[in-house]
């Protein structure tokens, strides 16, 4: 018995894929079923010879790019799929970017201490100020204002990640996250230059909503536990949000009374929004492919129980 590597599911006769070295269940044996690297290799000599051979005397520098940036493509799919350094992120970029969070956090204090607010703004913090320091568009999503804040975030994404990750793959996991991350902290911090206003944004709150707007989508009638103790469907929790945050948006002076002032309601939206564009882009795919049915939930306080 062994669990399938795409789906979650246990298998009494597992299948083996000679190609990636991963086991899965009949429903995704197939090499098209669980995005088998072999797959892109079969279409790029490059990748299954390791030949310059064809750039050499071709002569066309469009078609040597093109053949340089496949064969770099080919070894990064390889290194996800047969091991090597990269190997461990496959199925598993949820919780590399939980530990990115979490290192980013701890280093925070340490340029706050050796470098001061400015240096830590400068390098942390997507803000109007600058928002044309670009690195602080993904930096402000790993870095967080408290330990409350990243513990909230952590949970969302530990609990509901691995349920998107399994249906779209670790790589497309990996820049949705990063995406609607930046996308959310950004249209907050232009939404408040557009209204002459200041502001500053941190934390994956952004990208933790455009999870959930997926699973709204794809499965709207999970049941999760509010406050590990509350059963709910997703849907009633994620609208329910969605609807309080358009009115703290609306009504700021709300957000201070209820003691959630200081929070990037906009990016909230923002972030569950396209969560909800990308849930509808995908649905019929994943679907099709037998995927959503076959994804477990992960068990535990607070975690979606049952089937995803």
Same mark, same amino acid.
């Given at each position: ?39 892109? $290799?079969?279409?790029?000599?490059? &990748? ?63 340029? #706050?201490?050796?470098? &001061? ?14 928002? $044309? ?29 691995? #349920? ?31 209204? &002459?206003?200041?502001?500053?944004? #941190? ?22 536990? #509010? ?56 649905? &019929? ?24």
């Amino acid at each position: 018995m062994a669990t399938c590597d795409e789906c979650g599911e246990y298998e009494n006769l597992p299948y083996q894929c000679n190609r990636c070295g991963k086991s899965f269940c009949s429903t995704h044996r197939l090499p098209e079923s669980h995005d088998c690297p072999g797959l892109n $290799e079969w279409d790029d000599p490059s &990748g299954v010879f390791e030949s310059d051979f064809e750039d050499s005397v071709s002569g066309a520098s469009a078609s040597s790019d093109t053949g340089l940036v496949d064969r770099i493509r080919g070894r990064l799919d390889r290194e996800l799929s047969t091991g090597g350094v990269l190997g461990y992120f496959r199925g598993n970029a949820v919780y590399a970017l939980l530990g990115a969070m979490w290192i980013t956090f701890l280093l925070q204090f340490v340029v #706050l201490a050796l470098f &001061g607010s400015t240096a830590f703004r400068s390098i942390f913090t997507l803000s109007t100020a600058h928002p $044309e320091y670009v690195w602080t568009w993904f930096t402000s999503i790993f870095a967080h204002g408290s330990l409350y804040h990243i513990a909230a975030n952590s949970i969302v994404v530990f609990f509901f990640g691995p #349920l998107v990750e399994r249906a779209i793959g670790s790589r497309k996991f990996t820049a949705f996250f990063l995406g609607s991350g930046a996308a959310a902290g950004l249209g907050h911090i232009l939404f408040e230059l557009g209204m &002459g206003g200041s502001a500053s944004v #941190l934390g994956a709150s952004g990208a933790a909503f455009a999870i959930l707007g997926v699973l709204t989508i794809l499965r709207p009638n999970m049941e999760i536990l #509010l406050f590990f103790v509350i059963p709910m469907k997703l849907k009633v929790l994620t609208y329910g949000i969605a609807a309080i945050s358009v009115l703290f948006v609306i009504q700021p002076s709300l957000a201070v009374a209820a003691g959630f002032g200081g929070i990037a309601h906009l990016a909230h939206l923002i972030g569950f929004a396209i969560g909800l564009a990308y849930g509808k882009r995908i649905e &019929g795919n994943v679907r099709s492919t037998g995927r959503g049915p076959s994804i477990r939930g992960p068990r535990g306080p607070g975690g979606p129980g049952g089937r995803f």
